[in-house]
T-cell receptor, first 118, second 113 residues
């Protein structure tokens, strides 16, 4: 089965350090989402892209977070500088949208990056 | 803010029983999706139901959608211990929200052997 690959699986870093999380979407998928999951807030949408173009990043703290799709096989989420409140599990998901508003099926999630900022 | 809200927050049943989880949402939707998440894992897509559909089946899963009430239900029949997980509904709110996919806080289902 095709998988969405996220690296690293776990990251512990000190406050103030830069963190880069990577996602390899499924080949052929044209839509990528980034979510953050915490016990308190649940699953929060940070940003998403279609055909590598950003559609919405209103859920992301713009002063410290950035998301990009350098090419069709890679999506990145960066936090600089990181803060303890950024500790969470970050998920990437990919899917195929064949025309506006029509997903072929649901989205495939990666296993997540568990980030701890101390 | 989350669009969908699941109910109940937690559900505990015996193996073999049916489990029903509900999802309510606030604005019109393009489609509604259900996902499962096992503890410490990523989410797994279960089923997608479009706004012009009323019911959909997949194996032991049955999903209904009532757009007039802005609600959906997920029924798992003949539950198994392996069905123990959190279940989330996610709504694609369509053109007005740029087809954002937002999740509720989930229902934690425990199936006791």
């Amino acid at each position: 089965d095709a998988r969405v690959t996220q690296t690293p699986r776990h990251k512990v870093t000190e406050m103030g350090q830069e963190v880069t999380m990577r996602c390899q979407p499924i080949l052929g998928h044209n839509t990528v989402f980034w979510y953050r999951q915490t016990m308190m807030q649940g699953l929060e949408l940070l940003a998403y892209f279609r055909n590598r173009a950003p559609l919405d990043d209103s859920g992301m703290p713009k002063d410290r977070f950035s998301a990009e799709t350098p090419d069709a096989t890679l999506a990145t989420l960066k936090i600089q500088p990181s803060e303890p409140r950024d500790s969470a599990v970050y998920f990437c998901a990919s899917g195929l949208v064949v025309r506006v508003g029509f997903e072929v099926d649901g989205y495939t999630f990666g296993s997540g990056t568990r980030l701890t900022v101390v | 803010s989350q669009q969908g809200e699941e109910d109940p927050q937690a559900l505990s049943i015996q193996e073999g029983e049916n489990a029903t989880m509900n999802c309510s949402y606030k604005t019109s939707i393009n489609n509604l999706q259900w996902y499962r998440q096992n503890s410490g894992r990523g989410l797994v897509h279960l089923i997608l139901i479009r706004s012009n559909e009323r019911e959909k089946h997949s194996g032991r899963l049955r999903v209904t959608l009532d757009t007039s009430k802005k609600s959906s239900s997920l029924l798992i029949t003949a539950s198994r211990a392996a069905d123990t997980a959190s279940y989330f509904c996610a709504t694609d709110a369509g053109w007005g929200s740029n087809y954002k996919l937002t999740f509720g806080k989930g229902t934690l289902l425990t199936v006791n052997p």
